[in-house]
């Protein structure tokens, strides 16, 4: 039997090693976001934190949230308006000597990142050090236009 794990647990809790994160996906839950990922990230000492989530899909889930939600303001969500779909599911963590890369199929759901089987593929990098580094300066190019 394949054994589960959370890409977020991957991260670590180092929380000398990142500082910053950026997350893509399509389908983006508040409330899980807040309450499941957001602890992960500041546990891994990530404080800045911006997720990029498809516009169409975003709105409906705005008009989705009842009167007694209030988003929390420690991160930046921004909604990306594409012809199509925006449906990369990326994961970038920044430190000053460290980065992390995670590409995978997973939203930022209960579902995307707790219950459904999703392939993720994960890097890690120290300074220039790492064969991966190459990858992930294209990911990051890759995200800059948005």
Same mark, same amino acid.
């Given at each position: ?41 500041r ?5 800045n ?13 705005? @008009? %989705?949230?009842? $009167? #007694? ?6 991160? =930046? ?7 199509? &779909? !925006? ?29 459904? @089987? %999703?392939?993720? $593929? #994960? ?5 220039t050090? =790492? ?7 294209? &990911? !990051? ?6």
């Amino acid at each position: 039997m394949i054994e589960r794990y959370n890409v977020l647990e991957l991260l670590g809790a180092d929380k000398n090693k990142y500082h910053s994160c950026i997350i893509t996906c399509y389908s983006f839950d508040f409330i899980f976001f807040e309450q499941r990922v957001l602890p992960i990230l500041r546990h891994a000492g990530i404080l800045n934190c911006t997720v990029f989530v498809d516009s169409k899909i975003f709105q409906h889930q705005v @008009d %989705e949230l009842d $009167g #007694a939600y209030v988003q929390n303001t420690s991160y =930046s969500i921004i909604p990306v308006p594409m012809h199509g &779909a !925006f449906h990369p599911k990326v994961i970038m963590a920044f430190g000053k000597n460290n980065g992390f890369l995670a590409v995978g199929s997973g939203n930022l759901t209960n579902s995307g990142l707790s219950n459904n @089987d %999703e392939v993720w $593929g #994960a890097f890690h990098t120290y300074k220039t050090e =790492s064969k991966a580094a190459a990858l992930f300066k294209n &990911a !990051f190019n890759y995200l800059e236009a948005f």
